[in-house]
């Protein structure tokens, strides 16, 4: 929601400035220009990433409009669904937590928080790093290498999206250049003309450079900026999970290993050790 309203306010404050200084925006209006930069941006997107790439980009980028996920509610769910869980393993023993994880979403406790469950990527990790506890002998060390590979898998995958828009990004005003010079060609074709008539199309030419600069540096630059933030939280949602799950391994009490997870959160979204306690003892 705040990019939409980011967006806005760019848009808002060009068009207000343009304008006071008596610009007319019909001039900014060139569908052709529009169509170069778009069109060749569009274009070899498509040609410098797989189908994969390119559905997971648009994925991400509506999902950039809808903002973070991020918040201490959610936090504090999957806080509250890991002591629960962890205490009913403590009363009846690990193995009685099998039901739970084969089948997450018709689990008694597991149904409980939906935030966890909406994370699809969060509840695989949680449920297939529990089956792992489950078959016993591994030893500590070797299931948090195992963690650590599934998150910098996760991370470097879900990363592929930013970069994607971002060499876009960078990429428009160069392709604003390109539209700017076609313009200049197509001046140059009008050089016998009134002043008045080459003036409109330099102009009209200059629009394409205007546009590649704004849609780099003012819309889709800070959208790849907001994406990349967005991956990073969601990566501490998977660090909170792996530091809670360690614990529990070792043998902390459900508590404390509720504990060790809640130093893994940002402190943007850090609930206190009294929220926590409060939350998990309800």
Same mark, same amino acid.
């Given at each position: 929601?705040f *990019?939409?309203i980011?967006?806005?306010?760019?848009l808002g404050?060009?068009?207000?400035?343009?304008?006071m200084h008596?610009g007319?925006?019909l001039?900014?209006w060139?569908?052709?220009?529009?169509i170069i930069?778009?069109?060749?941006a569009i274009?070899a997107?498509?040609?410098?990433?797989?189908?994969?790439?390119?559905?997971a980009?648009?994925?991400?980028t509506?999902?950039t409009l809808k903002g973070s996920? *991020?918040?201490k509610k959610?936090y504090?769910?999957l806080?509250?669904m890991?002591?629960?869980?962890f205490?009913f393993?403590?009363? @009846?023993?690990? $193995?009685?937590?099998?039901p739970h994880?084969e089948?997450p979403? @018709?689990?008694s $406790?597991?149904?409980?928080y939906p935030?966890f469950?909406?994370?699809? #990527?969060a509840?695989?990790f949680f449920?297939?790093?529990m089956?792992?506890?489950l078959?016993g002998?591994?030893?500590?060390y070797?299931?948090e290498?195992?963690m650590?590979i599934?998150?910098?898998?996760? #991370? #470097?995958q879900e990363a592929?999206?930013?970069e994607?828009?971002n060499?876009?990004s960078d990429?428009?005003?160069?392709?604003?250049i390109v539209?700017?010079?076609?313009?200049?060609?197509?001046t140059m074709g009008?050089?016998?003309q009134p !002043?008045a008539? $080459?003036?409109?199309?330099?102009g *009209?030419?200059?629009v394409g450079t205007?546009?590649? $600069?704004?849609?780099?540096?003012g819309v889709?630059?800070?959208?790849?900026k907001n994406m990349e933030?967005?991956? #990073?939280?969601?990566h501490?949602?998977?660090?909170c999970?792996?530091?809670?799950?360690?614990?529990?391994?070792?043998? *902390?009490p459900?508590l404390?290993a509720? @504990?060790?997870?809640?130093?893994?959160?940002s402190l943007y979204f850090? !609930?206190?050790? @009294?929220?926590?306690?409060q939350?998990?003892?309800?």
């Amino acid at each position: 929601m705040f *990019a939409i309203i980011g967006i806005v306010v760019v848009l808002g404050s060009l068009v207000a400035g343009y304008t006071m200084h008596g610009g007319q925006l019909l001039v900014l209006w060139q569908i052709s220009e529009f169509i170069i930069i778009g069109g060749a941006a569009i274009g070899a997107f498509i040609v410098a990433n797989p189908m994969t790439i390119i559905q997971a980009t648009i994925k991400k980028t509506l999902g950039t409009l809808k903002g973070s996920p *991020a918040s201490k509610k959610n936090y504090l769910e999957l806080l509250q669904m890991m002591y629960e869980l962890f205490m009913f393993s403590k009363r @009846e023993g690990v $193995i009685a937590i099998e039901p739970h994880i084969e089948k997450p979403k @018709e689990s008694s $406790i597991l149904s409980k928080y939906p935030s966890f469950l909406a994370n699809h #990527h969060a509840v695989d990790f949680f449920c297939d790093t529990m089956k792992i506890i489950l078959s016993g002998g591994l030893p500590v060390y070797d299931l948090e290498e195992l963690m650590d590979i599934d998150l910098d898998t996760q #991370h #470097h995958q879900e990363a592929k999206p930013a970069e994607a828009l971002n060499t876009m990004s960078d990429a428009f005003p160069g392709l604003g250049i390109v539209a700017a010079v076609l313009g200049v060609v197509i001046t140059m074709g009008k050089i016998d003309q009134p !002043p008045a008539i $080459i003036g409109q199309s330099v102009g *009209a030419a200059l629009v394409g450079t205007f546009i590649g $600069i704004l849609l780099c540096y003012g819309v889709v630059g800070p959208l790849v900026k907001n994406m990349e933030n967005i991956t #990073h939280d969601e990566h501490q949602y998977m660090m909170c999970i792996k530091a809670s799950l360690l614990s529990f391994v070792k043998g *902390a009490p459900p508590l404390v290993a509720v @504990e060790f997870g809640r130093r893994a959160i940002s402190l943007y979204f850090r !609930p206190t050790y @009294e929220e926590t306690e409060q939350a998990v003892k309800k």
